[in-house]
């Protein structure tokens, strides 16, 4: 082979390694805003990461505000996201004011109400929905106040659902799950509904994957971290085979928003699993939970 043919082969294939190693090394910059400013924070708000590497944010709104949406190189109305950092990344967090519910005297009839967090903590920032007859797709809705209650006046008599959610009643219905409660009104008749209880979500960390794959790179007593809960006295962490018949379940019990998963789970004959956090105050009361999927 003549060296001219030689570097031919050669040059391309050099070309390919060096763009293989800045790939592999390349760090991209993630970058968030807050809109309008002032109005709530994001973390983390800012950061250079590994190509790929899978970050999770958190809105937290200020005082009289709630989380609307997320724009920019990423979409949601939950209030924690997690990303892949295939690229330079710029996220805003949309907040928008907490309206106040109007409360009147009631008439006809009305619902009064409250809604609490399992830690025995006003629910602030809560949409009530309010639906009639079973119906699931026209509805009332209206924000709890700062002690959590609620009231829908003037109804006519019959039998209502009640739902709850957090955020922009906008960005709801019509409702799939099981009614929060189901209260009747009576002709003149105020009623007291059932206090309603809304637990918190976690967002959940997975290890580095693979961005071909999609593969988490280590399953070797793989690292798990979560959004920390402040009043949690302790979590219970599952995993689990991830199928219709789950044939592997592990539970362990940790303190802190992090665990070092004791099993190497490449070890098992499976490939996909669930990993599920609850949150636990004193007295074992659950408080928030969440779970993510993931392959190995």
């Known amino acids: ?155 006519p008599p019959e039998r209502y659902s009640l739902f709850t959610a957090t955020g922009n009643p906008s960005a709801f219905g019509p409702f799939v799950k099981q009614p929060d409660a189901l209260v009747t009104v009576l002709e003149g008749v105020t009623t007291t509904a059932p206090t309603l209880i809304q637990s918190l979500c976690i967002g959940i960390l997975l290890p580095d994957r693979d961005p071909v794959t999609g593969k988490i790179t280590d399953c070797n007593n793989p690292k798990f971290t979560w959004t920390d809960v402040p009043k949690a006295a302790y979590y219970v962490v599952t995993i689990k ?20 998963w004791p099993t190497n789970l490449s070890s098992l004959p499976y490939q996909d699993f669930e990993i599920d956090v609850e949150a636990y105050a004193k007295g074992d009361i659950l408080i928030a939970s969440g779970d993510e999927w993931f392959h190995c």
């Open 241 to 260: 085979e991830r199928s219709f018949r789950v044939e592997y379940k592990e539970t362990q019990e940790v303190v802190t928003n992090t665990i070092v």
């Open 1 to 155: 082979m003549t060296k001219k043919k030689l570097a031919v082969i050669m040059v391309p294939c050099i070309i390919a390694i060096v763009v293989a190693i800045f790939m592999v090394n390349r760090t991209n910059t993630l970058t968030t805003d807050v809109n309008p400013p002032g109005t709530g924070s994001v973390s983390p708000s800012w950061g250079a990461y590994t190509s790929n590497v899978r970050v999770t944010l958190t809105a937290s709104p200020a005082s009289g505000y709630y989380f609307s949406h997320w724009s920019g190189s990423a979409s949601g109305t939950t209030s924690t996201i997690t990303i892949t950092m295939d690229s330079n990344k710029r996220l805003t967090a949309n907040f928008e004011s907490t309206p106040q519910p109007q409360f009147t005297t009631p008439g006809t009839g009305a619902i009064i109400g409250q809604v609490m967090r399992p830690d025995s903590e006003p629910a602030f920032v809560t949409v009530v929905y309010i639906f009639k007859g079973g119906e699931t797709s026209s509805y009332a809705s209206c924000f709890v106040d700062m002690n959590g209650y609620y009231m829908f006046d003037d109804l």
